[in-house]
């Protein structure tokens, strides 16, 4: 179950209940709304995600080291205002681009979690008319998983980030300010 409250135990940075009103306001994300066990564990994940990605590169300090998540944070400016973000909730931008990863982590039924494949051995091949060639085919075993956070979800999320979020491709996505 989803504990979007400020606490030891908290897992996520939006309830249920605000992620559908986040993918409500999109009319693309508008046939995701219903509250299941899928919507928690997908909510849950985006937040151990993104926390396991930016734990260090989150602009600000932790007000309370007793809490679960990474944030509340002192000293994180809002980038719409000027003013720094309130310490006893989470900040707005950081509970959308929760809610819209777990979209998407729902949606491609988990496949944002890739498995990168090693290399297997090279193989050359010779076709008829059109000359030699080589390829390297992946071997079947898994090496790392490699998580892969949406551009939307970064563009969302990079004004929390210490310079910027980057995408899979290495691309870094800069917040305004």
Same mark, same amino acid.
């Given at each position: 179950?989803? !504990?979007?409250?400020?606490?030891? +135990?908290? $897992?996520?940075?939006?309830? $249920?209940? #605000?992620?559908?009103?986040?993918?409500?306001? #999109? =009319?693309?994300?508008? !046939?995701?709304?219903?509250?299941?066990?899928?919507?928690?564990?997908?909510?849950?994940?985006? +937040?151990?995600?993104? %926390?396991?990605?930016?734990? /260090?590169?989150?602009? *600000?300090?932790?007000?309370?080291?007793? %809490?679960?998540?990474?944030? =509340?944070? !002192?000293?994180?400016? $809002? =980038?719409? /205002?000027?003013?720094?973000?309130?310490?006893?909730?989470?900040? #707005?931008?950081?509970?959308?681009?929760?809610?819209?990863?777990?979209?998407?982590?729902?949606?491609?039924?988990?496949?944002?979690?890739?498995?990168?494949?090693?290399? &297997? =051995?090279? +193989?050359?091949?010779?076709?008829?008319?059109? *000359? +030699?060639?080589?390829?390297?085919?992946?071997?079947?075993?898994?090496?790392?998983?490699?998580?892969?956070?949406?551009?939307?979800?970064?563009?969302?999320?990079?004004?929390?980030?210490?310079?910027?979020?980057?995408? *899979?491709?290495?691309?870094?996505?800069?917040?305004? &300010?």
């Amino acid at each position: 179950m989803v !504990d979007a409250i400020i606490s030891p +135990t908290a $897992n996520s940075y939006i309830s $249920n209940a #605000d992620a559908i009103l986040v993918w409500a306001a #999109d =009319p693309y994300k508008q !046939d995701y709304s219903t509250v299941d066990a899928e919507q928690d564990r997908s909510l849950i994940s985006a +937040t151990s995600i993104l %926390n396991d990605t930016y734990q /260090t590169r989150y602009l *600000g300090t932790i007000t309370n080291a007793a %809490n679960a998540l990474y944030f =509340p944070r !002192d000293k994180v400016t $809002n =980038p719409r /205002t000027g003013v720094d973000f309130i310490t006893t909730i989470y900040p #707005d931008i950081l509970a959308r681009a929760t809610a819209l990863f777990a979209y998407y982590i729902q949606k491609t039924d988990r496949n944002l979690e890739i498995k990168t494949q090693s290399q &297997g =051995p090279i +193989t050359e091949k010779t076709l008829q008319g059109v *000359g +030699t060639f080589k390829y390297a085919a992946p071997t079947a075993v898994a090496t790392q998983m490699k998580y892969t956070i949406p551009d939307e979800v970064l563009r969302v999320l990079s004004p929390l980030i210490d310079g910027g979020a980057r995408n *899979g491709y290495g691309v870094t996505i800069m917040g305004k &300010g």
